[in-house]
């Protein structure tokens, strides 16, 4: 380092790092100790990125370039100093980003990390892995780090340094500093591993051996005693290329082992674990372009708000990275999927905008769409456990894909999984598919019923009659469930019917009397129908004599098209308002307490208590809730007591 850093150093001005930088380091340091090795990864991977963006720059403007084209990141060890120095020459920062990069939480991701977790609570390391420590790791080596960068084009340069202890000093460093950043670390007593050549070497074979660009090492200092080298500048060491050095993508597949996909996969996703499949494709014709996908275990800790910021699908263009498109070239309901496209044919200097209009992108969505659905289809069909290891993480995602993907609509219902009214517990799942190959003989269309909550779902009143005909109802329970059931019609020909909804026709089922013996019950009870349409007046709709109850007394059904009661009081929750449809009261004759009912006809006051009852317990068994709860207990325990 050139010794004008010291001449300067008065000017250093310090700094307090934003308050939940502090958390972060010590999260950071805290939480992967023991995974010290990704510091290694989080700073060769920014300087790939900072490499990447001065190319992606200098395609505009060459300049930035200042002739030296051949971005590489540098790796050297000092064992005097203890000092490991990480130097490339990409992009660089001024010192304003010096300011806001490395002294603010800047990111969203983190900051919601921040923010889901409670002060004190101990962080599991893959957790903090998922959100891409990033800089801050270098913290878990060293207790000191200088930052000396100089920003393309610019001529000033600026040193950052930190012990990590609250606050950064900036100064002004030499003029002479050539672009882009140099990382100097100097290394915790207890890292002194990362001053051994070997280990470095191997960390990078391990962790950037596809880094696009070149990392190099300085060579075993050569023997002082040497004659030939002794005439040589102190300065010009030399080095040696230690990784791959070319986008992994652009390698045959018959090259790659399941190791140089997993290595890269963590590269560009900075998961900790290993993918749970990938694809790997070069489209040549029309379009040409190269794609390589990957599908992760599990969702990262903040998935489920993700829809609206997506990342992690990289979009190369020639071998040069532009941006993350992945709202551009993935549909929404599959964003857990991540990796990169590199296009031949779309324009270098293509903005995102181009890209939302573009018909070539358009067409390159759609064959990754179809990639990504190949490979889950594919875990499906020969790797069961492992599907239901995707469905745990990603299945409420897909479930979004039958509203959102109308082209694809059969394949994504083709790779739905529900539990049914034969499942133990609610991880028993089943696909459509292995659900009509059950179907009993008559039965023609595909039963479900959607209801908030797995309890609420399995012994719901409305399911009675067909199970004590032995049919099988799939039991959607999930909160996304209802709503996607509006986009869920046809499957394989056959209709998709909630049976929590319209009149059910069991005739179909082979009860050829039923139609007769219903009609029958509603003629007998016609007196009972009445008073109970007085009794309940405006709350419903309708009462009648139900051919779906068994065990319950009584139930509400809805009209075919009307608003589901969960979407109802969704609605009602966050304030929207709700076209209120009344629901139908369907009732069981046969019932003990119609039977009272029928009892107490001449007392009103007794009437109306048992109606309103009747009323309310049907709402409770749809996982509903009451306007007046106090008055249904009031009612209960007069009923209960009298
Ligand atoms: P991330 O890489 O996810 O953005 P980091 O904490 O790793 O988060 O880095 C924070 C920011 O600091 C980066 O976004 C980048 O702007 C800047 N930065 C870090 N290292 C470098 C580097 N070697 N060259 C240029 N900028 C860098
Ligand atoms: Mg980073």
Redesign the pocket.
Same mark, same amino acid.
């Given at each position: 380092m050139s010794t004008d850093a010291t001449e300067t150093a008065q000017q250093a001005e310090t700094h307090a790092f934003q308050a939940d930088v502090q958390q972060v380091l010590q999260l950071v340091i805290h939480s992967l100790y023991s995974n010290k090795d990704i510091f290694l990864r989080? +700073?060769v991977?920014? !300087?790939s990125?900072?490499c990447e963006?001065l190319r992606f720059e200098a395609i505009a403007e060459p300049a930035l370039l200042e002739g030296g084209g051949d971005l590489a990141i540098d790796l050297a060890v000092d064992a005097d100093t203890r000092t490991l120095t990480?130097r490339?020459n990409?992009?660089?920062?001024s010192r304003d980003?010096l300011m806001q990069? +490395?002294g603010t939480v !800047?990111?969203s991701g983190t900051r919601r990390f921040l923010d889901s977790i409670a002060a004190g609570q101990k962080v599991d390391a893959q957790l903090i892995g998922q959100f891409?420590?990033?800089?801050?790791s270098a913290f878990i080596v060293a207790d000191s780090i200088a930052?000396t960068?100089r920003r393309a084009g610019h001529d000033d340069a600026w040193t950052w340094r930190s012990t990590g202890d609250g606050q950064f000093s900036i100064e002004s460093a030499s003029a002479d500093t050539p672009r882009?950043?140099s990382?100097q670390l100097h290394l915790r007593e207890d890292a002194g591993d990362y001053l051994q050549a070997w280990k470095l070497k191997s960390l990078v074979r391990t962790y950037s051996d596809h880094v696009g660009f070149p990392i190099r090492m300085a060579k075993p200092a050569a023997n002082a005693d040497d004659d030939d080298t002794e005439t040589k500048a102190p300065e010009a060491e030399e080095f040696e290329t230690v990784n791959q050095a070319s986008a992994l993508w652009t390698r045959p597949k018959t090259e790659l082992s399941d190791d140089d996909y997993k290595a890269f996969y963590k590269h560009v996703s900075h998961d900790f674990s290993d993918p749970l499949a990938w694809t790997h494709n070069r489209v040549e014709g029309n379009q040409n372009f190269t794609s390589l996908l990957f599908l992760p275990e599990r969702a990262p800790f903040n998935f489920q708000y993700s829809r609206d910021e997506r990342k992690g699908l990289k979009l190369y263009i020639k071998r040069i990275f532009i941006m993350d498109a992945a709202e551009q070239m993935l549909p929404a309901y599959l964003r857990f999927a991540s990796g990169v496209v590199d296009s031949d044919d779309l324009p270098l200097n293509v903005s995102r905008e181009l890209l939302q209009e573009s018909r070539q992108v358009e067409r390159i969505k759609g064959a990754l769409t179809k990639r990504v659905l190949d490979m889950i289809e594919k875990i499906a069909r020969d790797e069961p456990e492992k599907y239901t290891t995707f469905w745990d993480a990603f299945g409420a995602t897909m479930k979004e894909g039958v509203a959102e993907d109308t082209a694809n609509r059969e394949r994504v219902l083709k790779l739905l999984r529900f539990p049914t009214t034969r499942s133990a517990s609610a991880d028993e799942r089943v696909s459509l598919d292995d659900y009509i190959a059950r179907m009993a003989g008559l039965q023609e269309e595909i039963y479900y019923i959607t209801a908030d909550g797995w309890n609420t779902a399995r012994n719901h009143p409305k399911l009675e009659a067909l199970k004590a005909r032995g049919i099988e109802v799939l039991l959607m329970h999930e909160r996304i469930d209802d709503w996607m059931s509006g986009y869920m019609h046809e499957y394989a020909g056959k209709t998709l019917r909630n049976v929590a909804k319209g009149e059910i026709d069991l005739d179909k089922l082979g009860d050829a009397q039923d139609k007769e013996k219903l009609e029958e019950a509603a003629k007998a009870a016609a007196p009972l129908v009445d008073t109970l349409k007085t009794a309940l007046g405006d709350r419903v709709k309708d009462v009648r004599v139900s051919n779906r109850l068994v065990d319950s007394a009584a139930c509400l059904v809805l009209d075919e098209y009307d608003m589901s009661l969960q979407m109802q009081q969704l609605m009602k929750s966050i304030g929207q308002e709700a076209p209120a449809s009344k629901p139908i009261l369907e009732i069981n004759p046969e019932h003990a307490l119609l039977k009272r009912l029928q009892a107490a006809d001449t007392d009103p006051a007794r009437v109306e208590d048992y109606a309103a009852l009747l009323f309310e317990q049907a709402m409770l068994a749809e996982g509903g809730s009451l306007d007046d709860p106090t008055a249904f207990i009031a009612r209960m325990n007069r009923l209960l007591v009298g």
């Open positions: 989080e +700073l991977s920014n !300087a990125d900072a963006k990480i490339d990409g992009i660089g920062m980003e990069n +490395l !800047a990111h891409g420590v990033g800089f801050y930052v960068s882009g950043t990382l």
